[in-house]
């Protein structure tokens, strides 16, 4: 009886993939709006990121050289070198959001322990620029001092300990949501479609006519759409690691690879549901989308969930989603196995109560 079961798991399976290789326009709309998160992450990163300046240097004595130094290694602008008058012009065709000016007096002033303001000049369009000035350009002036070490007239000492042992940029955070994004849209359009195009061509009747159990209908479309959107997030996977954008280390290759295969699981699952729930091919695509898009950014999207709305952070307690983003990214940026039981475990519940509902919907399907 189980050797029977997997046989027509199995038939199932390879029946759906064949149909899936002669639809290559399934990969296109699996890729398309993860690819579009990636880029408006990867341009949002750019601009937020690092603030364009315009730093005008009147001053060419050691203490003026050694600022301008500091401002370009403070890795929070992109400087432009420029005179006055080009900073002037760069800040009101909106090129830059400020200039700094260091005054030429600036090395006399520092030498004779007298006040040496930098002027700043902050055009506060956006909040988000103005405070990252506001905050930059006083962490410049205290490295400033540091770097005088015993000779400073103000005595300034930093000590660093760091919570976590990598320091992660902006678009790296979001590679990991966008990886979850993909396999989600990826299980759901490609297990929907598979599922709606059943009824929508009417070969449903020849598996309901034939001796095969809901179970294992619903297990072989679940594994063959699981089998692409894993291969899908495996390839992404490795790309981003040679790319330098992630970088899981031993063991944690493992973890990582199985939150990638549990959310391909997930996913794919719901897919069959929600396919069979549609039973139509053109409507299947934007209802998986959008289903896919509302899981996301309820699980926090490219967001830091710790720091969202409290609401939020309580949605995303029941969005399974959640769990698996957190294990892969304990996985692959911290190397660490953080609740790592918890999150496979709920994954898990969240994959058989996703099958069971793909089961009562083709049932539900059938009987309408």
């Known amino acids: ?8 798991v199995l038939a199932i399976f390879k029946k759906d993939i064949r149909v899936w290789l002669r639809h290559p326009s399934n990969i296109l709309l699996t890729l398309l709006p993860p690819l579009a998160l990636l880029l408006v992450g990867a341009l949002g990163s750019q601009a937020v990121g690092h603030s364009p300046v315009a730093l005008v240097q009147q001053d060419h004595g050691p203490a003026g050289a050694k600022m301008v130094q500091i401002l370009h290694e403070a890795d929070v602008f992109r400087i432009q070198d420029v005179n006055a008058q080009q900073a002037q012009v760069l800040l009101k065709n909106l090129d830059v959001v400020a200039v700094i000016v260091i005054p030429p007096d600036f090395t006399q002033r520092v030498q004779t322990h007298e006040s040496s303001p930098l002027d700043v000049t902050v055009n506060n369009l956006n ?15 205290t490295q400033f001092y540091r770097s005088q070490g015993s000779a400073s007239p103000i005595k300034v000492t930093i000590h660093e300990q760091d919570l976590r042992t990598h320091d992660i ?5 979001t590679i990991l949501p966008t990886i979850i994004f993909l396999l989600t849209i990826s299980g759901l359009v490609t297990g929907g479609l598979a599922t709606a195009r059943e009824w929508e061509t009417r070969t449903v009747k020849e598996l309901l006519l034939a001796p095969i159990s809901r ?17 899908f997030g495996v390839i992404v996977l490795f790309l981003s690691y040679i790319a330098g954008w992630v970088r899981p280390e031993g063991v944690y290759w493992l973890t990582a690879l199985i939150a990638v295969a549990l959310v391909s699981l997930l996913s794919s699952a719901l897919g069959i549901a929600v396919g069979a729930l549609v039973q139509r091919v053109q409507a299947l695509s934007p209802v998986s989308i959008n289903v896919g898009m509302y899981l996301f950014f309820l699980a926090g999207g490219v967001g830091v969930l710790a720091f969202e709305p409290i609401i939020l952070q309580n949605i995303a307690t029941f969005i399974p989603l959640t769990y698996g983003r957190h294990a892969l990214e304990m996985a692959v940026f911290y190397s ?3 609740q790592i039981g918890r999150d496979m475990l709920i994954l898990c519940l969240s994959i058989l109560i996703a099958v069971g509902l793909g089961i009562l919907a083709t049932r539900r399907g059938i009987a309408s």
């Open 127 to 141: 909040l988000d620029f103005t405070n990252d000035i506001r905050r930059s350009v006083p962490d410049a002036i």
């Open 1 to 8: 009886m189980v050797i029977t079961f997997f046989e027509h």
């Open 215 to 231: 179970a294992a209908i619903v297990t072989g479309k679940v594994l063959a759409s699981f089998a692409t959107t894993f291969c």
């Open 169 to 173: 940029e902006l678009f790296q955070y």
């Open 336 to 338: 660490s196995s953080d």
